[in-house]
């Protein structure tokens, strides 16, 4: 059993800052990826940020320059830092990683979601 826990999200004001927290757990083997994918009401949900272990972050072109992801020192953890934040990123928030347990079985998994909410 792995679960993703996400924290961190809320409603900040267009050009403020928020950070999401994503922590893995349960029966984890090695973890080859982590990141977070977003998505709005009736749309596709798209690519925010991710990180292969030992790899460096990859971003969407929206977000260069103004989100930063970094892993924590448990590399169970990755943090997405959300700096000068448009309306445009409203957003449900999805950690995602790609995990291979201790049965060996490697799958994709997803947290519950955390929503952010850019509006004054």
């Known amino acids: 059993q792995v679960q993703l826990v996400e924290s961190g999200g809320g409603l900040v004001q267009p050009g403020g800052s928020l950070r999401l927290s994503c922590v893995a757990s349960?029966?984890?083997?090695?973890?080859?990826?982590m990141g977070w994918y977003r998505q709005v009401l009736g749309k596709q949900r798209e690519l925010v940020a991710t990180?292969?272990?030992?790899?460096?972050?990859n971003y969407a072109d929206s977000v260069k320059g103004r989100f930063t992801l970094s892993s924590g020192n448990a590399k169970n953890t990755v943090y997405l830092t959300m700096n000068s934040l448009k309306p445009e990123d409203t957003a449900v928030y999805y950690c995602?990683?790609?995990?291979?347990?201790?049965?060996?079985?490697?799958?994709?998994?997803w947290g519950q979601g955390t929503q952010v909410t850019v509006s004054s």
């Open positions: 349960g029966s984890i083997y090695r973890i080859y990826s």
């Open positions: 995602n990683a790609d995990i291979v347990t201790m049965a060996y079985t490697n799958s994709r998994y």
């Open positions: 990180i292969t272990s030992g790899g460096s972050p």
